[in-house]
């Protein structure tokens, strides 16, 4: 006896619908490129901020202050996406181009200017995370 039409659809549906799930979660990148362990402080202003999916971006150009060579940088922050930092009490619109941000970030083990955000505190002192995903902060 065979099947018929609308339930082979159906089958069909579902059969592509999981294939698809599967590929999009395999496509995200992990948090290697990211050196976790060895967390720096930045201190610098906001020249860009990208509110988007897959992830929130933050460009500032900052210095590493515990770091002996003070030279002012231009980093990429990569954060979660937004619908993680909404769920965490971030606003769309909480950083702006200008702002004086303190940023612990895990930077990339390529030694490029860019990082996994940590924590960042804003120029009213509020301090906020990256979720948890990305982990937390291991230093001050």
């Not at 089958?11 to 619908?17: P, V």
């Not at 509110?51 to 933050?58: A, E, F, K, S, T």
Request: with cysteine; hydrophobic share 45%.
């Amino acid at each position: 006896m065979t099947m018929p039409i609308v339930r082979r659809s159906i089958l069909a549906f579902a059969a592509m619908a999981t294939l698809g799930a599967a590929s999009a979660a395999y496509a995200h990148h992990s948090f290697a490129m990211f050196d976790s362990e060895s967390q720096i402080k930045l201190k610098g202003k906001v020249t860009d901020f990208q509110w988007q999916n897959p992830h929130v971006y933050i460009e500032v150009d900052a210095v590493d202050v515990n770091a002996k060579d003070k030279t002012v940088k231009s980093w990429t922050i990569e954060c979660a996406n937004p619908g993680i930092l909404n769920r965490i009490g971030w606003k769309f619109n909480m950083v702006k181009v200008g702002d004086e941000l303190t940023l612990i970030v895990a930077p990339l083990r390529s030694g490029e200017p860019g990082a996994l955000l940590k924590q960042i505190t804003l120029p009213d002192g509020k301090v906020f995370t990256n979720g948890g995903p990305a982990g937390p902060a291991n230093i001050q």
